[in-house]
Protein backbone atom coordinates (compact mmCIF):
# COMPACT_ATOMS: atom_id res chain seq x y z
CA UNK A 1 0.00 0.00 0.00
CA UNK A 2 2.71 2.72 0.95
CA UNK A 3 4.86 1.47 -1.77
CA UNK A 4 2.15 1.74 -4.16
CA UNK A 5 1.53 5.49 -2.38
CA UNK A 6 5.67 5.96 -3.12
CA UNK A 7 4.83 4.96 -6.50
CA UNK A 8 2.26 7.32 -7.06
CA UNK A 9 3.51 9.87 -6.15
CA UNK A 10 6.64 9.76 -8.09
CA UNK A 11 4.95 9.33 -11.18
CA UNK A 12 2.75 12.52 -10.41
CA UNK A 13 5.79 14.11 -10.20
CA UNK A 14 8.09 12.76 -13.36
CA UNK A 15 4.77 13.88 -15.17
CA UNK A 16 4.80 17.05 -14.30
CA UNK A 17 8.74 17.37 -14.55
CA UNK A 18 7.97 15.94 -18.19
CA UNK A 19 5.17 18.54 -18.18
CA UNK A 20 7.60 21.54 -18.01
CA UNK A 21 10.69 20.48 -18.92
CA UNK A 22 10.06 19.17 -22.27
CA UNK A 23 6.90 21.09 -23.64
CA UNK A 24 8.20 21.41 -27.44
CA UNK A 25 6.79 23.73 -30.16
CA UNK A 26 5.52 20.75 -31.75
CA UNK A 27 2.94 20.26 -29.04
CA UNK A 28 1.67 23.45 -29.44
CA UNK A 29 0.19 22.44 -32.56
CA UNK A 30 1.94 24.13 -35.26
CA UNK A 31 2.48 22.58 -38.58
CA UNK A 32 5.34 20.79 -39.91
CA UNK A 33 6.88 23.80 -42.03
CA UNK A 34 6.60 26.08 -39.12
CA UNK A 35 8.31 23.62 -36.77
CA UNK A 36 11.20 23.33 -39.68
CA UNK A 37 11.48 27.04 -39.60
CA UNK A 38 12.15 27.14 -35.91
CA UNK A 39 14.72 24.31 -35.69
CA UNK A 40 16.41 25.99 -38.01
CA UNK A 41 16.66 29.15 -35.86
CA UNK A 42 17.56 26.76 -33.22
CA UNK A 43 15.01 27.14 -31.02
CA UNK A 44 14.56 24.02 -28.45
CA UNK A 45 11.58 24.82 -26.67
CA UNK A 46 8.92 28.03 -26.84
CA UNK A 47 9.23 30.50 -24.35
CA UNK A 48 6.74 30.93 -21.36
CA UNK A 49 4.44 33.88 -23.61
CA UNK A 50 4.80 31.44 -26.79
CA UNK A 51 3.42 28.47 -24.76
CA UNK A 52 0.90 30.47 -23.45
CA UNK A 53 -0.06 32.49 -26.62
CA UNK A 54 -0.14 30.21 -29.00
CA UNK A 55 -2.21 27.60 -28.58
CA UNK A 56 -5.15 30.33 -28.04
CA UNK A 57 -4.53 32.14 -30.99
CA UNK A 58 -4.66 28.65 -33.30
CA UNK A 59 -7.58 28.28 -31.29
CA UNK A 60 -8.75 31.79 -32.60
CA UNK A 61 -8.67 33.48 -29.86
CA UNK A 62 -8.41 37.37 -29.27
CA UNK A 63 -5.19 37.95 -27.06
CA UNK A 64 -3.69 40.13 -24.86
CA UNK A 65 -0.46 39.46 -24.17
CA UNK A 66 2.30 41.11 -22.00
CA UNK A 67 5.88 39.35 -21.24
CA UNK A 68 9.37 41.16 -20.70
CA UNK A 69 11.32 42.39 -23.53
CA UNK A 70 13.50 39.66 -25.25
CA UNK A 71 10.35 36.80 -24.33
CA UNK A 72 10.31 35.97 -27.97
CA UNK A 73 7.37 37.97 -28.51
CA UNK A 74 7.24 37.70 -32.12
CA UNK A 75 7.11 34.60 -32.51
CA UNK A 76 4.74 34.20 -30.16
CA UNK A 77 2.07 35.92 -32.61
CA UNK A 78 3.65 35.36 -35.68
CA UNK A 79 3.56 31.61 -35.81
CA UNK A 80 0.03 30.90 -35.11
CA UNK A 81 -0.66 33.43 -37.46
CA UNK A 82 1.55 31.88 -40.15
CA UNK A 83 -0.50 28.66 -39.07
CA UNK A 84 -3.80 29.50 -39.23
CA UNK A 85 -3.48 31.35 -42.39
CA UNK A 86 -1.50 28.76 -44.15
CA UNK A 87 -3.78 25.71 -43.22
CA UNK A 88 -6.36 27.93 -44.38
CA UNK A 89 -5.53 28.89 -47.94
CA UNK A 90 -7.11 31.19 -50.48
CA UNK A 91 -7.41 31.37 -54.10
CA UNK A 92 -6.78 34.05 -56.35
CA UNK A 93 -4.28 36.84 -56.27
CA UNK A 94 -2.93 37.50 -52.78
CA UNK A 95 -4.70 39.80 -50.66
CA UNK A 96 -3.19 41.34 -47.51
CA UNK A 97 -4.45 38.99 -44.36
CA UNK A 98 -2.25 39.36 -41.78
CA UNK A 99 -1.55 43.31 -40.45
CA UNK A 100 1.28 43.47 -37.82
CA UNK A 101 1.96 47.30 -37.16
CA UNK A 102 5.26 48.11 -34.76
CA UNK A 103 6.07 51.80 -33.36
CA UNK A 104 9.17 52.31 -35.09
CA UNK A 105 11.10 51.27 -38.72
CA UNK A 106 13.71 49.49 -36.77
CA UNK A 107 11.30 47.14 -35.10
CA UNK A 108 9.53 46.91 -38.41
CA UNK A 109 12.15 45.66 -40.28
CA UNK A 110 13.00 43.12 -37.49
CA UNK A 111 10.13 41.71 -37.15
CA UNK A 112 9.86 41.40 -40.94
CA UNK A 113 13.32 39.58 -40.81
CA UNK A 114 11.43 37.11 -38.46
CA UNK A 115 8.73 37.19 -40.24
CA UNK A 116 10.32 35.86 -43.24
CA UNK A 117 12.31 33.13 -41.37
CA UNK A 118 9.61 31.59 -40.22
CA UNK A 119 7.78 31.51 -43.46
CA UNK A 120 11.02 29.81 -45.33
CA UNK A 121 9.15 26.56 -45.81
CA UNK A 122 5.18 28.07 -46.29
CA UNK A 123 3.98 30.07 -49.75
CA UNK A 124 3.48 32.89 -47.86
CA UNK A 125 4.85 36.58 -49.25
CA UNK A 126 5.44 39.54 -46.50
CA UNK A 127 6.58 42.90 -46.65
CA UNK A 128 7.24 45.69 -44.84
CA UNK A 129 6.65 49.82 -45.26
CA UNK A 130 8.00 52.28 -43.05
CA UNK A 131 8.51 56.27 -43.65
CA UNK A 132 12.17 57.67 -44.11
CA UNK A 133 12.39 55.95 -47.61
CA UNK A 134 11.50 56.14 -51.27
CA UNK A 135 7.82 54.58 -51.33
CA UNK A 136 7.90 53.43 -55.02
CA UNK A 137 10.10 50.09 -53.98
CA UNK A 138 7.15 49.45 -50.99
CA UNK A 139 4.47 50.34 -53.70
CA UNK A 140 5.79 47.93 -56.24
CA UNK A 141 6.49 45.21 -54.07
CA UNK A 142 2.68 45.62 -52.91
CA UNK A 143 0.86 45.75 -56.30
CA UNK A 144 2.81 42.28 -56.74
CA UNK A 145 0.73 41.02 -53.99
CA UNK A 146 1.33 39.88 -50.64
CA UNK A 147 -0.18 38.46 -47.42
CA UNK A 148 1.01 39.40 -44.54
CA UNK A 149 2.12 43.27 -44.19
CA UNK A 150 4.52 45.07 -41.58
CA UNK A 151 4.09 48.89 -41.22
CA UNK A 152 4.59 51.70 -38.80
CA UNK A 153 1.10 53.69 -38.66
CA UNK A 154 2.40 56.81 -40.71
CA UNK A 155 3.74 55.08 -43.92
CA UNK A 156 0.42 52.59 -43.68
CA UNK A 157 -2.41 55.42 -43.76
CA UNK A 158 -0.26 57.42 -45.98
CA UNK A 159 -0.62 54.26 -48.62
CA UNK A 160 -3.93 53.40 -47.79
CA UNK A 161 -4.85 57.06 -48.17
CA UNK A 162 -3.24 56.76 -51.88
CA UNK A 163 -5.26 53.54 -52.43
CA UNK A 164 -1.97 51.58 -52.53
CA UNK A 165 -2.95 49.86 -49.84
CA UNK A 166 -6.70 47.56 -49.33
CA UNK A 167 -7.64 46.61 -45.99
CA UNK A 168 -10.70 45.23 -46.44
CA UNK A 169 -9.71 41.76 -46.41
CA UNK A 170 -7.11 41.48 -43.02
CA UNK A 171 -8.00 38.57 -41.13
CA UNK A 172 -4.89 38.92 -38.25
CA UNK A 173 -4.35 42.25 -36.64
CA UNK A 174 -1.58 42.43 -34.57
CA UNK A 175 -0.09 45.64 -32.37
CA UNK A 176 3.25 45.18 -31.42
CA UNK A 177 5.02 46.80 -28.76
CA UNK A 178 2.09 48.26 -27.87
CA UNK A 179 2.79 50.12 -24.60
CA UNK A 180 5.99 51.56 -27.20
CA UNK A 181 3.07 52.88 -29.53
CA UNK A 182 1.23 54.68 -26.46
CA UNK A 183 3.75 56.24 -25.25
CA UNK A 184 4.89 57.73 -28.80
CA UNK A 185 1.53 59.13 -29.24
CA UNK A 186 0.24 56.69 -32.31
CA UNK A 187 -3.38 55.74 -30.56
CA UNK A 188 -4.82 58.32 -33.35
CA UNK A 189 -3.25 56.56 -35.73
CA UNK A 190 -4.26 53.20 -34.51
CA UNK A 191 -7.77 54.19 -34.17
CA UNK A 192 -7.48 54.84 -37.98
CA UNK A 193 -5.74 52.06 -38.69
CA UNK A 194 -8.85 49.78 -36.93
CA UNK A 195 -11.48 51.87 -39.08
CA UNK A 196 -10.09 50.22 -42.55
CA UNK A 197 -10.04 47.04 -41.46
CA UNK A 198 -12.95 44.64 -41.70
CA UNK A 199 -15.23 43.89 -38.39
CA UNK A 200 -14.77 40.06 -38.43
CA UNK A 201 -11.17 39.31 -37.86
CA UNK A 202 -8.75 38.20 -35.02
CA UNK A 203 -6.60 41.15 -32.76
CA UNK A 204 -3.59 40.32 -31.06
CA UNK A 205 -1.99 42.82 -29.10
CA UNK A 206 1.59 42.51 -27.37
CA UNK A 207 3.35 44.73 -24.80
CA UNK A 208 6.19 44.51 -22.62
CA UNK A 209 3.52 46.25 -20.04
CA UNK A 210 0.36 45.74 -19.17
CA UNK A 211 -0.90 49.72 -17.81
CA UNK A 212 -4.17 50.79 -17.58
CA UNK A 213 -3.91 52.85 -21.02
CA UNK A 214 -3.31 49.17 -22.67
CA UNK A 215 -5.92 47.63 -21.05
CA UNK A 216 -7.94 50.74 -22.20
CA UNK A 217 -6.72 50.43 -25.69
CA UNK A 218 -7.58 46.03 -25.57
CA UNK A 219 -11.17 46.79 -24.67
CA UNK A 220 -11.62 49.02 -27.84
CA UNK A 221 -10.43 46.78 -30.23
CA UNK A 222 -10.30 43.56 -28.82
CA UNK A 223 -12.96 41.14 -28.68
CA UNK A 224 -13.69 39.28 -25.68
CA UNK A 225 -9.77 38.76 -25.16
CA UNK A 226 -7.57 36.17 -23.12
CA UNK A 227 -4.77 38.18 -21.36
CA UNK A 228 -1.89 36.37 -20.47
CA UNK A 229 1.05 37.39 -18.87
CA UNK A 230 4.66 35.96 -18.35
CA UNK A 231 6.00 37.09 -15.33
CA UNK A 232 9.58 38.06 -15.21
CA UNK A 233 11.92 35.52 -15.34
CA UNK A 234 14.03 36.03 -12.42
CA UNK A 235 16.31 33.75 -13.99
CA UNK A 236 17.18 36.33 -16.83
CA UNK A 237 16.66 39.52 -14.51
CA UNK A 238 19.28 38.40 -12.15
CA UNK A 239 21.75 37.75 -13.99
CA UNK A 240 21.59 41.69 -15.15
CA UNK A 241 24.18 43.00 -12.70
CA UNK A 242 23.12 46.86 -12.30
CA UNK A 243 26.12 49.26 -11.04
CA UNK A 244 25.80 52.95 -10.85
CA UNK A 245 28.82 54.95 -11.11
CA UNK A 246 28.80 58.21 -9.39
CA UNK A 247 30.92 60.80 -11.52
CA UNK A 248 30.57 64.38 -12.46
CA UNK A 249 29.07 65.28 -15.86
CA UNK A 250 32.63 66.98 -17.07
CA UNK A 251 34.19 63.34 -16.37
CA UNK A 252 31.89 61.00 -17.94
CA UNK A 253 33.03 60.84 -21.70
CA UNK A 254 36.95 60.04 -19.88
CA UNK A 255 35.54 57.38 -17.92
CA UNK A 256 33.29 55.61 -20.31
CA UNK A 257 36.71 55.45 -22.77
CA UNK A 258 38.51 54.13 -19.90
CA UNK A 259 35.47 51.31 -19.16
CA UNK A 260 35.65 50.23 -22.55
CA UNK A 261 39.69 50.37 -23.17
CA UNK A 262 40.29 48.68 -19.96
CA UNK A 263 37.66 46.30 -19.80
CA UNK A 264 38.42 45.44 -23.45
CA UNK A 265 34.58 45.67 -24.21
CA UNK A 266 33.51 44.92 -27.97
CA UNK A 267 30.26 45.44 -27.84
CA UNK A 268 28.86 47.86 -26.14
CA UNK A 269 25.26 50.41 -26.28
CA UNK A 270 25.39 53.45 -24.32
CA UNK A 271 22.05 55.77 -23.84
CA UNK A 272 22.30 59.49 -24.05
CA UNK A 273 19.55 60.98 -23.65
CA UNK A 274 19.54 64.07 -26.80
CA UNK A 275 20.30 63.44 -29.99
CA UNK A 276 22.93 65.58 -29.77
CA UNK A 277 24.75 64.17 -26.66
CA UNK A 278 24.73 60.79 -28.75
CA UNK A 279 26.37 62.40 -31.67
CA UNK A 280 28.57 63.88 -29.41
CA UNK A 281 29.68 61.05 -28.00
CA UNK A 282 29.58 59.17 -30.72
CA UNK A 283 32.31 61.66 -32.40
CA UNK A 284 34.65 61.61 -29.26
CA UNK A 285 35.05 57.76 -29.17
CA UNK A 286 35.68 57.86 -32.54
CA UNK A 287 38.59 60.43 -32.17
CA UNK A 288 39.74 57.76 -29.39
CA UNK A 289 39.95 55.27 -32.11
CA UNK A 290 36.96 53.12 -30.88
CA UNK A 291 34.97 52.43 -33.80
CA UNK A 292 31.25 53.98 -32.85
CA UNK A 293 28.11 55.01 -34.80
CA UNK A 294 24.95 57.14 -33.55
CA UNK A 295 21.39 56.07 -33.79
CA UNK A 296 18.52 58.62 -32.92
CA UNK A 297 15.55 60.07 -34.76
CA UNK A 298 17.43 62.56 -36.65
CA UNK A 299 19.36 60.26 -38.75
CA UNK A 300 18.20 59.15 -41.75
CA UNK A 301 16.93 55.32 -42.70
CA UNK A 302 20.16 53.66 -44.39
CA UNK A 303 22.34 55.05 -41.80
CA UNK A 304 20.26 54.01 -38.75
CA UNK A 305 20.03 50.36 -40.59
CA UNK A 306 23.91 50.53 -41.49
CA UNK A 307 24.58 51.53 -37.85
CA UNK A 308 22.52 49.01 -36.62
CA UNK A 309 23.81 46.03 -39.16
CA UNK A 310 27.66 47.48 -38.18
CA UNK A 311 26.90 46.80 -34.23
CA UNK A 312 25.69 43.09 -34.91
CA UNK A 313 28.62 42.04 -37.14
CA UNK A 314 31.06 43.62 -34.97
CA UNK A 315 32.53 46.38 -36.94
CA UNK A 316 31.38 48.81 -35.03
CA UNK A 317 32.45 48.33 -31.21
CA UNK A 318 29.66 51.30 -29.53
CA UNK A 319 26.84 52.33 -30.56
CA UNK A 320 25.25 55.21 -29.06
CA UNK A 321 21.40 55.53 -28.88
CA UNK A 322 18.94 57.60 -27.60
CA UNK A 323 16.08 55.68 -26.02
CA UNK A 324 14.68 54.93 -29.85
CA UNK A 325 16.91 51.65 -29.11
CA UNK A 326 15.60 51.15 -26.12
CA UNK A 327 12.83 48.80 -26.77
CA UNK A 328 12.31 46.07 -29.72
CA UNK A 329 15.58 46.08 -30.81
CA UNK A 330 16.72 42.96 -31.16
CA UNK A 331 20.46 43.06 -30.34
CA UNK A 332 21.44 39.21 -28.74
CA UNK A 333 23.78 38.66 -25.91
CA UNK A 334 24.81 41.98 -25.49
CA UNK A 335 27.11 41.95 -22.72
CA UNK A 336 27.28 46.02 -21.36
CA UNK A 337 24.77 48.47 -21.61
CA UNK A 338 25.99 52.25 -20.24
CA UNK A 339 23.80 54.81 -19.25
CA UNK A 340 25.89 57.59 -19.93
CA UNK A 341 23.05 59.70 -18.72
CA UNK A 342 20.05 58.50 -16.50
CA UNK A 343 16.53 58.45 -18.21
CA UNK A 344 14.05 61.01 -16.60
CA UNK A 345 11.41 58.00 -17.28
CA UNK A 346 12.27 55.92 -14.21
CA UNK A 347 10.61 52.88 -17.01
CA UNK A 348 13.31 53.70 -19.72
CA UNK A 349 15.67 52.39 -17.35
CA UNK A 350 14.07 48.78 -17.38
CA UNK A 351 13.83 48.93 -21.02
CA UNK A 352 17.74 50.17 -21.36
CA UNK A 353 19.15 47.60 -19.01
CA UNK A 354 16.71 44.88 -20.97
CA UNK A 355 19.18 44.91 -24.24
CA UNK A 356 21.74 43.03 -21.74
CA UNK A 357 21.35 39.79 -19.85
CA UNK A 358 19.52 38.49 -22.90
CA UNK A 359 18.18 34.92 -23.47
CA UNK A 360 19.92 33.75 -20.46
CA UNK A 361 23.20 35.19 -21.09
CA UNK A 362 24.83 37.47 -18.45
CA UNK A 363 25.54 41.28 -18.54
CA UNK A 364 26.01 44.65 -17.08
CA UNK A 365 24.33 47.57 -16.93
CA UNK A 366 26.56 50.20 -15.74
CA UNK A 367 25.13 54.14 -15.20
CA UNK A 368 26.74 57.35 -14.87
CA UNK A 369 25.34 59.28 -12.26
CA UNK A 370 26.33 62.67 -11.95
CA UNK A 371 25.09 64.86 -8.81
CA UNK A 372 22.10 66.56 -10.70
CA UNK A 373 20.76 62.59 -11.71
CA UNK A 374 20.86 61.12 -8.58
CA UNK A 375 17.39 62.00 -7.92
CA UNK A 376 16.39 60.19 -11.49
CA UNK A 377 18.47 57.56 -9.57
CA UNK A 378 16.47 57.75 -6.58
CA UNK A 379 13.29 57.40 -8.84
CA UNK A 380 14.51 54.40 -10.09
CA UNK A 381 15.56 52.96 -6.84
CA UNK A 382 11.65 53.43 -5.83
CA UNK A 383 10.11 51.50 -9.00
CA UNK A 384 12.51 48.42 -8.74
CA UNK A 385 12.02 48.38 -5.28
CA UNK A 386 15.47 48.26 -4.45
CA UNK A 387 18.76 50.04 -3.01
CA UNK A 388 21.36 50.82 -5.29
CA UNK A 389 25.34 51.23 -3.94
CA UNK A 390 26.88 53.95 -5.52
CA UNK A 391 30.76 52.98 -7.07
CA UNK A 392 33.49 55.70 -6.91
CA UNK A 393 36.70 55.46 -9.40
CA UNK A 394 39.89 56.95 -8.08
CA UNK A 395 40.65 59.99 -10.14
CA UNK A 396 36.77 60.53 -10.72
CA UNK A 397 35.97 61.39 -7.64
CA UNK A 398 32.68 63.68 -7.61
CA UNK A 399 33.31 67.08 -6.22
CA UNK A 400 30.52 68.86 -8.29
CA UNK A 401 27.80 71.00 -7.09
CA UNK A 402 23.97 70.52 -8.44
CA UNK A 403 23.75 73.00 -11.04
CA UNK A 404 20.91 75.32 -11.84
CA UNK A 405 21.15 73.66 -15.42
CA UNK A 406 20.18 70.41 -16.94
CA UNK A 407 23.36 67.67 -17.09
CA UNK A 408 23.45 67.38 -20.57
CA UNK A 409 23.85 71.29 -20.86
CA UNK A 410 26.76 71.34 -18.82
CA UNK A 411 30.22 71.98 -20.16
CA UNK A 412 32.92 69.25 -20.29
CA UNK A 413 35.38 71.44 -18.23
CA UNK A 414 37.09 69.18 -15.83
CA UNK A 415 40.15 67.32 -15.43
CA UNK A 416 41.08 63.74 -16.84
CA UNK A 417 41.11 61.18 -14.14
CA UNK A 418 43.29 57.63 -14.75
CA UNK A 419 42.98 55.68 -11.42
CA UNK A 420 41.51 52.45 -10.80
CA UNK A 421 37.98 51.13 -9.18
CA UNK A 422 38.41 51.84 -6.13
CA UNK A 423 35.44 49.29 -4.78
CA UNK A 424 32.61 47.96 -6.98
CA UNK A 425 29.68 46.69 -5.07
CA UNK A 426 27.98 45.30 -7.84
CA UNK A 427 24.00 44.28 -7.43
CA UNK A 428 22.28 41.99 -9.19
CA UNK A 429 18.20 41.54 -10.13
CA UNK A 430 15.51 44.18 -9.51
CA UNK A 431 14.13 44.34 -13.07
CA UNK A 432 10.90 43.36 -12.17
CA UNK A 433 8.21 45.98 -13.62
CA UNK A 434 6.08 48.22 -11.46
CA UNK A 435 2.77 49.47 -13.08
CA UNK A 436 3.34 52.05 -16.26
CA UNK A 437 2.04 55.14 -15.28
CA UNK A 438 4.93 57.23 -16.30
CA UNK A 439 3.87 58.07 -19.95
CA UNK A 440 5.23 60.58 -22.04
CA UNK A 441 4.38 61.57 -25.49
CA UNK A 442 7.81 62.25 -26.98
CA UNK A 443 8.80 61.06 -30.40
CA UNK A 444 12.48 60.35 -31.16
P1 LIG B 1 10.41 40.43 -27.56
O1 LIG B 1 9.52 40.90 -28.68
O2 LIG B 1 9.67 39.70 -26.49
O3 LIG B 1 11.26 41.54 -26.99
P2 LIG B 1 11.79 38.93 -29.61
O4 LIG B 1 10.62 38.37 -30.26
O5 LIG B 1 12.46 40.08 -30.29
O6 LIG B 1 11.46 39.37 -28.11
O7 LIG B 1 12.83 37.75 -29.34
C1 LIG B 1 14.04 37.95 -28.66
C2 LIG B 1 15.10 36.96 -29.11
O8 LIG B 1 14.76 35.66 -28.67
C3 LIG B 1 15.24 36.87 -30.62
O9 LIG B 1 16.60 36.80 -30.92
C4 LIG B 1 14.56 35.56 -30.99
O10 LIG B 1 15.15 34.99 -32.14
C5 LIG B 1 14.83 34.73 -29.75
N1 LIG B 1 13.81 33.69 -29.49
C6 LIG B 1 12.47 33.79 -29.64
N2 LIG B 1 11.84 32.65 -29.27
C7 LIG B 1 12.82 31.80 -28.85
C8 LIG B 1 12.81 30.46 -28.33
N3 LIG B 1 11.69 29.79 -28.17
N4 LIG B 1 14.00 29.93 -28.02
C9 LIG B 1 15.15 30.62 -28.17
N5 LIG B 1 15.23 31.87 -28.64
C10 LIG B 1 14.07 32.47 -28.98
MG1 LIG C 1 9.03 42.61 -29.55
Not at 123 to 149: C, E
Not at 213 to 218: D, R, T, V, Y
Not at 380 to 395: C, S
Amino acid sequence: MIGFYFLRQFSIILVAFHLIQFMTFKDLGLSAPILKAVSKQGYESPSVIQEKAIPLIIKGKDVLASAQTGTGKTAGFTLPMLHNLSENKKEGKRKIRGLILTPTRELAAQVYDNVKSYSEYLTIKSTVIFGGVNQNPQVKTLRGGIDILIATPGRLLDLCGQGEINLSKVEFFVLDEADRMLDMGFVHDIKRVIKLLPNRRQNLLFSATFSKEIKQLANQFLTNPVAVEAAPENSTAEKIVQRMIRVDNGLKTALVIKLITDGNWQQVLIFTRTKWGANKLSEKLSKRKISSAAIHGNKSQNARTKALAGFKDGSIRVLVATDIAARGLDIPLLPHVVNYELPNISEDYVHRIGRTGRAGESGEAISLVCIDEVGYAKDIEKLLGEKFDFEIFEGFEPVDKPSEKKPHQQRNNRRRGTGKKKFSNPKGGGNNRKGGNSRSKKRY
